[in-house]
């Protein structure tokens, strides 16, 4: 196994070399060294020379990925790329464009967005297997059919409808939790609890639905029907099969999601005044702060790939026949 | 189970204490502290660098310049903050002898201002000052161990204080021209303060040949800025520029102390956010001890400020409406402010309803929820507003947005008489009056020219109308018809909306970054005012990198613009229309690209004279100028409407002056108790939600009792 992981993290540096390389182009793209200047500088009064100084300050005065001026390795060093680029694999994410340290935004911030991801994460997923099952327990009956329609009609709605409906039934009309804001410690659970309800119940009517197709799946297989014919209970050949079976790819799709709650929920945390990493990559992207969309996008490349590994290791776990070599 | 059933019970008693819904800690209520809200986290707080309004917000409440806007007084008057007086220049020619006040800006070499601050000003406590018994500074270098441990300026365990001098003032314009600051007045203050531009050239090179660092700005000499004494500094400015005054009332002349320089540029300082651009020092009503732009900003009364007396006199009006009733009192009134972010309008607007916000804005969609207007046109609150106390005030912004036209396009631009016409004609068919009732709930004031109201060269009524567009009828102006908008475009050539040579309609091109689903109805109410004289408009939408490109290079056509006053000045507005302040070429504020030889002339001419019947002579002629060339449409003036509670005191919009908060008053005690009368929590309804769930999983829990009561089993399952 410890092969397979390092040949997992040898894989994941052209990788991350290529998301980086990949982030570089279609940023530059857009905007380029001075467009960036500008937006920094303001729109009032910005000079030429301050424009050329804002880019010297910050190694943009250079050539994108090929500096032909320079001699010897200085053709690939002495770029912006090389120099963006390489601190960020020993997490070093620097300084944002405006000056300030993105390390130090990273760690405050994702503590309020684990504070509202976890736990929707982790309710939802209880709330949707249950839902699924009683799905499944009746099926064929008006309670799977009501449960199904009601799933798609969840489904097709927005999640701002949810958000606003929440935020106007429960801290509006009832005054029973804080419109937005956050506060650190016990207090956090006052504000946290509206999100998190309104995380899980906008994202129930997919959710159950999903797995009310995994386990119809399970369901219709040989094992279940040789369980029911040998007189086992329903909910026993439910809880005790269906769901113990069915759990391979629910642990395994939520084990490749969970490194990225850190990178918290943009709409939730926007509208209820999370302090949280959600808005932190929107707001460099319409801000121009390339320094800040390279450390996200490299943070949730990471992620990305650490969840897959985790993936693959739960499987081991979960089903004995699977072996990492 | 004893315990759960205690714990349910204690709920509603802890409701009846405080309102569930209170988003701020139990241990705040009832203190005097005012909250408010902020949509975009700001930028910088260094006062050489802040300059948007969002950051001045809260750099003006700590910085202290030595001049200040008048509170009350309309017309804006300047007045010492931490001056003596406020200065008048002393006028120099070439060869260093004074010249008398009415001397001609020609003759004038220097201008020489002399600024007294008053002695026994204090800075808020802060580490940089703080001195260890041998009389060093305790923090410089500061420990290993402690930088470690602290995360914010308030955790350094002794913070010192210090008597404000000239040299403080000395050294901020200093760091004007440092290289790392980028300061945005850079440029425009290296024109003028003698030796500025010299200085940053200097420092630029040591920065590149030094080795990091601090850059100790008191061994560099700045020529144009000396220490006369203790509390007395001179700034030389070249030539004659009565708008420096003005500069002198914005925290980038703000002090600040070398101890803090040094002590932030320490290493280590920037990993920790513990930089000058995040934890500003000042002598103002208020330090900052609270900086989490992604959360929550809180200044706190600077314990060493030496308080000041609220004004004895106003405008007109100010006193029956309450705004005197604190006069001679110390100020701040407000023990803190806390500013929680908001970026979106409905949680920012609903809190306040519910009281947890002292003053909101109005956006559009709480407008008809927030105000109403009377049959005379006036406006005032809904009267579900009246009955929370809610009051309203209203201001006309010194702004102006406009519709200007590339003046180097072929087509639009140019001053022949042909173009002129055209743009005459596109300027009568766009009815600004309809723009102002659609799209901005009435909040504007349609323009008549480039200087909105309470700036001096503004003339009101008829003599104030741009007669190119207007006609004066029964005591107001009125749009002109479109059939003399439409005998202008056959006169420009175009007749009929078609090219009197090739019979081709005329198209023309409106060039804008807005191509949002939200602004669609506004281009399309743009494309029909077009049409109105048988113009085609297409909307070239394009990104903002783009369309800032398009415009530095003249390749746009037609777009809008806006411009936000810096000091209440006409000169602040005719620049932009300034021959050499193009944006083509040299980069200025004058996107339109017009270059009109006679108003070139009368603003150099206008720009150094005193306010008094020549200048305001000047304006009519140039404004009368702009009416008549058309470069720019002139839009409207952007009213304010902003909300209130009838517990925050001394609420009167001030567009020049940035330090407002130490005038403001509270009332905690009736705060308290609305908070408390509008949120009170309801039980009954989550009771009844909770009902209508376990009603619709009874069913289901009943079939599957019946299933395990059943003798056998089907495959199908019936409930």
């Excluded at chain 2, 004074?98 to 220097?110: F, K, Q, T």
């Excluded at chain 2, 350094?156 to 003032?169: K, M, Q």
Aim: aromatic share 12%; hydrophobic share 45%.
């Amino acid at each position: 196994m410890s092969a397979y992981l390092l040949r997992r993290l040898a894989y994941a540096l052209p990788i991350l070399l290529g998301v980086n390389l990949l982030t570089f182009a279609l940023f530059f793209m857009v905007n380029t060294p001075d467009d960036m200047a500008r937006l920094h500088l303001g729109v009032k009064r910005v000079t030429p020379e301050a424009i050329e100084n804002w880019k010297a300050a910050r190694g943009y005065d250079k050539p994108l990925f090929l500096n032909v001026q320079a001699s010897g390795s200085g053709v690939l060093t002495d770029t912006i790329f090389f120099e963006k680029s390489l601190a960020m694999f020993a997490f070093e994410f620097g300084q944002a464009d405006d000056g300030r340290d993105i390390g130090n935004e990273i760690r405050t911030r994702m503590w309020p967005s684990l504070a509202i991801a976890l736990p929707t994460f982790v309710i939802g997923l209880l709330v949707n297997i249950s839902v699924a099952l009683i799905l499944v327990f009746f099926r064929h009956s008006y309670v799977e059919w009501t449960g199904v329609v009601l799933a798609v009609a969840m489904m097709s709605i927005s999640g701002l409808f949810y958000i606003i409906a929440g935020q106007y039934l429960f801290a509006k009309v009832w005054a029973l939790a804080p419109i937005s804001g956050y506060q650190d410690g016990f207090n956090a659970a006052r504000f946290v609890w509206l999100p998190v309800l309104v995380g899980v119940v906008g994202g129930l009517g997919a959710g159950a639905r999903w797995y009310r197709t995994l386990f119809l799946e399970e369901a219709g297989k040989d094992y279940v029907r040789t369980a029911r014919a040998k007189g086992l209970s329903e909910a026993r050949v439910l809880f005790r099969h269906i769901l113990k079976n069915g759990m391979v790819p629910i642990l395994t799709g939520a084990v490749a999601v969970f490194p990225l709650l850190f990178m918290g929920s943009l709409i939730l945390e926007s509208f209820f005044g999370i302090p949280g990493l959600g808005s932190y990559t929107i707001d460099a992207i319409n801000a121009q702060d390339f320094a800040i969309v390279r450390a996200m996008v490299f943070l949730g490349a990471v992620l990305y790939i650490l969840g897959l590994i985790l993936t693959d290791l739960s499987y081991t776990l979960v089903d004995p026949r699977v072996r990492l070599k | 189970m004893r315990r759960l059933i205690l714990l349910l019970s204690l709920i509603p008693l802890a409701a009846c204490q405080q309102a569930v819904n209170n988003p701020y800690p139990t241990e705040e209520a009832g203190l005097g502290i005012l909250y408010s809200a902020f949509s975009e986290r700001p930028k910088h707080l260094d006062p050489a660098r802040s300059y948007s309004s969002n950051e001045v917000a809260f750099t003006g409440q700590i910085y202290e310049p030595p001049l200040q806007y008048h509170y009350l007084k309309r017309p804006y008057e300047l007045i010492p903050l931490t001056a003596e007086a406020v200065p008048r220049p002393r006028y120099e020619d070439a060869q260093g002898r004074s010249l008398p006040e009415d001397a001609p800006a020609a003759a004038i070499a220097v201008s020489v201002y002399e600024i007294r601050i008053r002695p026994g000003i204090r800075y808020q406590p802060h580490p940089a000052f703080s001195l260890d018994g041998a009389g060093k500074p305790r923090y410089l270098p500061i420990p290993t161990a402690l930088l470690d441990e602290v995360t914010a300026i308030p955790d350094f365990p002794e913070p010192g204080t210090r008597e404000l001098t000239a040299e403080d003032y000395v050294y901020q314009i200093k760091r004007l021209a440092h290289p790392g600051l980028h300061s945005p007045i850079l440029g425009l203050m290296a024109g003028h303060i003698v030796g500025l531009g010299d200085l940053a050239k200097t420092l630029e090179a040591e920065a590149r040949h030094g080795k990091g660092g601090w850059l100790d700005l008191r061994n560099q000499p700045l020529a144009g800025v000396q220490v006369v004494d203790r509390y007395t500094y001179r700034i030389l400015i070249k030539g004659k520029y009565p708008q420096f005054i003005y500069w002198l009332a914005m925290p980038f002349f703000a002090p600040v102390p070398w101890e803090v320089d040094a002590f932030y540029s320490q290493p280590g300082m920037a990993e920790k956010n513990l930089v000058l651009d995040w934890w500003p020092v000042g002598t103002g009503p208020y330090m900052m001890t609270v900086n989490q732009p992604h959360r929550q900003m809180r200044l706190t009364r600077n314990p060493h400020f030496r308080g000041e007396p609220y004004p004895a006199e106003g405008a007109p009006g100010d006193a029956e409406a309450g705004l005197l009733a604190d006069a001679g009192r110390t100020m701040p009134f407000v023990d803190e402010a806390v500013y929680s972010l908001e970026t979106e309008t409905i949680p920012y607007w609903n809190k306040f309803i519910q009281g947890y916000y002292d003053a909101s804005g109005i956006s559009s969609d709480n407008f008809d929820q927030a105000v109403q207007a009377g049959a005379g046109g006036e406006v005032d609150v809904s009267p579900e507003m009246a009955a929370r106390g809610i009051e309203l005030k209203t201001s006309v912004s010194a702004s102006l947005f406009y519709t200007g036209f590339n003046m180097l396009d072929p087509v639009v631009g140019g001053l022949d008489e042909k173009r002129r016409k055209l743009r005459q004609a596109i300027a009568i068919a766009m009815d600004n009056e309809e723009f102002v009732a659609i799209f901005r709930n009435g909040r504007g004031i349609p323009a008549q020219g480039p200087l909105p109201p309470g700036l001096f060269g503004y003339r009101d009524g008829r003599e104030g109308m741009n007669a190119r567009v207007y006609d004066w009828v029964d005591g107001q102006p009125v749009r002109k018809s479109l059939t003399e908008a439409k005998r202008l475009l056959a006169e420009a050539g175009y007749p009929g909306g078609r090219d009197a040579v090739t019979g081709r309609p005329l198209v023309l091109n409106f060039d804008t970054p807005a191509r949002g689903p939200d602004d669609k109805a506004r281009l399309d109410w743009l494309r029909k005012q077009f049409r109105k004289i048988d113009i085609e408009l297409v909307i070239r939408g394009t990104d903002y990198n783009r369309f800032q490109d398009k415009m530095r290079e003249g390749t746009a056509q037609i777009f809008e613009w806006g411009w936000n006053a810096d000091y209440p000045d006409p000169e602040n507005f005719m620049f932009l229309l300034y021959g050499p302040h193009k944006k083509v070429g040299s980069g200025g504020e004058n996107a339109a690209n017009y270059q009109n030889p006679e108003f070139d002339r009368l603003f150099v001419q206008m720009k150094d004279m005193d306010n008094g019947p020549a200048r305001q002579a000047i304006i009519d002629r140039m404004v009368d100028i702009l009416r008549e060339d058309a470069p720019w449409i002139f839009g409207f003036y952007p009213k304010n409407y902003a909300l209130h509670h009838g517990w925050l005191h001394n609420v009167k919009p001030n567009l020049m002056a940035n330090n407002e908060l130490k005038y403001r008053r509270v009332e905690p005690g009736s705060r308290s108790v609305a908070r408390q009368e509008w949120n009170r929590p309801h039980w009954l309804g989550p009771a009844l939600l909770a009902g209508v769930l376990v009603l619709g999983l009874y069913p289901a829990w009943r079939a599957y009792q019946r299933r395990q009561q059943a003798p056998g089993r089907s495959g199908r399952t019936e409930p």
